[in-house]
Nanobody
């Protein structure tokens, strides 16, 4: 079955950096686009970044120039490099893939940006 496992979250000061990782299994990883979403309590989950199977990337405006999504097909892993972090980036971050018409999510990893 499809599994997504995120890691790399934590507490960081404003202006700091974190790199999130998402290990995937159960599907042909290199054939599918992958995304990172974030969610804060009381709000809908929002897509932060997406990478296509060919490596094309898109970002929500609020993270452009600060976040970078990448993938390593040899490791079945997608990454989110987050630089110049702001308090408003504080959220639970989720990895996502849509496979055979169904949405799959990891368990999430918490990112907290605070001094």
């Amino acid at each position: 079955q499809v599994q997504l496992v995120e890691s790399g979250g934590g507490l960081v000061q404003p202006g700091g950096s974190l790199r999130l990782s998402c290990g995937a299994s159960g599907f042909a990883f290199s054939d599918y686009p992958l995304s990172w979403y974030h969610q804060v309590p009381g709000k809908e989950r929002e897509r932060v970044a997406r990478i296509s199977s060919r490596g094309s990337t898109t970002y929500v405006d609020s993270v452009k120039g600060r976040f970078t999504i990448s993938r390593d097909n040899s490791k079945n892993t997608v990454y989110l490099q987050m630089n110049s972090l702001k308090p408003e980036d504080t959220a639970q971050y989720y990895c996502h893939v849509r496979w055979q018409g169904n949405d799959y999510w990891g368990q999430g990893t918490q990112v907290t940006v605070s001094s």
